[in-house]
């Protein structure tokens, strides 16, 4: 079996509510289903996590996909698919480092930011935030062993986050956990995971992939 997993496209980082699409997200995810349709990818599982970025995702992945004449299979919500909290996790190191509050503006400081935060909260230098890294990493890896355990052949389609990706493919490359932090910062929104199903768990075939928004780099976003 291969599981196609995508990340959900752009949300609305800095408004008042993060779990939605923003008008590009929503192209970004369109364009995705699209190109799938059109070069063969025939889905027999479709999962996403139960976050509205991921129901909003899969809709619009579903249209594109529509538009090209081709049909998806009726979708499974798996809450362990679903992404850490990422602003419990801020707070936390905020705490612990109040001077960086100045750096919460979208910018290069965000940037360097949430990876201080991220390979503090991996490294448990964090006071507890809503989800310790050990609790989301065994959730996450847990949900992905349940998808292989049920491959039967065929492809799945899976729609989720940054760093639930992070942590399939940490796995599936025997990754160590600040591995596991750097590749939940490098990837885009609605870009593409590939993953094969091996005798003994999940073996990366791609990663971090944008076939769909290839000439439209202006398209490619992060957050």
């Known amino acids: 079996m291969r599981l196609i997993a995508l990340r959900h496209g752009q949300a609305s980082f800095g408004s008042d509510d993060y779990d939605q699409l923003s008008p590009l997200g929503a192209q970004q995810c369109e364009q995705a289903g699209r190109w799938l349709a059109r070069h063969g990818h025939d889905f027999t599982r479709v999962v996403r996590g139960g976050h509205r970025r991921h129901q909003q995702s899969l809709a619009a992945l579903s249209r594109g996909f529509a538009l090209e004449g081709g049909r998806l299979p009726a979708e499974e919500v798996d809450a362990d698919f679903n992404e850490f909290d990422h602003q419990s996790v801020v707070a936390a190191f905020l705490a612990r480092h109040p001077p960086r509050a100045a750096d919460t503006a979208p910018g290069p400081a965000l940037a360097r930011l949430l990876a201080d935060a991220l390979h503090a909260w991996a490294s448990g230098q964090l006071g507890p935030p809503a989800e310790s890294w050990p609790d989301f990493r065994r959730r996450t890896r847990g949900a992905g062993a349940r998808l292989h355990a049920q491959s039967e052949g065929g492809s799945t ?6 760093g639930v990706l992070a942590q399939l493919a940490a ?17 885009r929104n609605a870009a593409m995971v590939e993953l094969e199903a091996k005798s003994d768990g999940w073996r990366m075939a791609s990663w971090n992939a944008l076939p769909h928004l290839a000439d439209q780099r202006s398209s490619w976003t992060y957050l």
């Open 171 to 187: 796995e599936a490359l025997a990754a160590p956990d600040d591995r596991a932090v750097e590749l939940n910062l490098q990837i």
């Open 157 to 162: 389609l899976l729609v989720t986050s940054a």
